[in-house]
C-alpha cells in the first residue's frame, strides 16, 4: 500500500533513508551524507503532504516525495517541457534489506500514474552522476537525460537531470 506519510513515520523515514546512505557509501556512491537527507526535511515534506511511503504489513520498504515545486538548482536546465504543471520528484528511497525486489518500481509507477491522473505535462527529477544503476533504472522508464546540477553539500560529482513527458 501507498500513503501520505504520517508524522508517526518521521522516525522510520529518517532510519531508512540513513540505512540507504550507508549500503550506498558501501558500493562506493557518495550520494547522501550527513547533510542531507536531514529529518527536518522530511518533516517539511511530510507537512507539506508530499511524501508517500509504501508500506507491507505496517514495515515501511520504500518512501517518494512528488511536488510540484521546482528547486532553484533545476533553473538553467533546458527541459522537454514548458516549466508549468510539472511533478518533481525527490527523495526516492527503498530499505536496503528489500532493494531488487521491485519496490522503486512501484514507487514510480505510483508517481507516474499520479502525473497522469492530475494531468502533468511530465515527471522530473535527478540521479547521481555516480550512481548507474539508478540512472539505467530511469532510463529504462523511458526518461530522457537533459543535464546537470550539483549539490555541493552533498557531493563534487554532477547529479543527472531527466524528465519524462506524459
Known amino acids: 500500500m501507498i ?6 513515520d518521521l522516525n522510520s523515514i529518517f532510519s531508512l533513508t540513513q540505512a540507504c546512505a550507508k549500503a550506498m557509501i558501501k558500493k562506493g556512491i557518495y550520494q547522501w551524507n550527513e547533510h542531507y537527507p536531514a529529518i527536518e526535511r522530511f518533516q ?3 507537512e507539506l ?3 508517500y511511503i509504501l508500506e507491507e504489513k505496517q514495515i515501511i520498504k520504500g518512501i517518494i516525495v512528488l511536488t510540484e515545486i521546482m528547486d532553484q538548482e533545476y533553473v538553467p536546465v533546458t527541459w522537454l517541457t514548458e516549466n508549468d504543471k510539472n511533478l518533481y520528484v525527490h527523495r526516492l528511497a527503498v530499505d536496503p ?8 518500481q512501484q514507487l514510480m509507477d505510483f508517481a507516474e500514474n499520479f502525473a497522469k491522473h492530475n494531468k502533468y505535462r511530465s515527471v522530473r527529477l535527478d540521479t547521481f552522476s555516480q550512481n548507474l544503476r539508478n540512472q539505467k533504472f530511469y532510463e529504462m ?5 537533459l543535464g546537470n546540477i550539483y549539490f555541493p553539500k552533498q557531493s563534487e560529482y ?4 531527466y524528465e519524462l513527458v506524459i
Open 3 to 8: 500513503r501520505k506519510a504520517l508524522p508517526s
Open 97 to 104: 534489506n528489500y532493494w531488487g525486489q521491485g519496490y522503486a
Open 44 to 46: 517539511t515534506d511530510i
Open 141 to 145: 522508464r523511458g526518461y530522457k537525460k
Open 49 to 51: 503532504q508530499e511524501l
Open 158 to 161: 554532477p547529479f543527472y537531470c
